[in-house]
């Protein structure tokens, strides 16, 4: 799974959008939702896909989806991940 894919695919969960919706050149102060509790979910939540630690200076300066795509790429995509994690908890 691409780094883009695994980036839209936790913030679309995490804040409830469409992940279609999401261009990787969307500024992160326009996605819906987007604020500093939600930017340390969202930083938890692509660790936890990567299963590694990513460049958290790196990612805080981060002003777009592709910045965040590119310190995910950076740490390395999970081998066989099919879907990310389920961020939002439910048990569906």
Same mark, same amino acid.
């Given at each position: ?25 969307? /500024? ?49 995509? /999970?081998?066989?991940?099919?879907? /990310?994690?389920? /961020? ?5």
């Amino acid at each position: 799974m691409s780094a883009d894919h695994i980036v839209a695919e936790v913030v679309g969960q995490l804040l409830d959008l469409e992940t279609d919706d999401l261009a990787m050149s969307t /500024p992160l102060a326009d996605i819906e939702g987007w604020d500093s509790v939600n930017q340390m979910r969202i930083l938890v939540y692509l660790e936890r896909e990567v299963g590694g630690s990513l460049d958290y200076d790196r990612f805080m300066r981060a002003v777009s989806l592709a910045d965040l795509s590119a310190v995910v790429a950076e740490t390395g995509t /999970p081998a066989n991940s099919a879907t /990310p994690a389920n /961020p939002a908890g439910s048990t569906a």
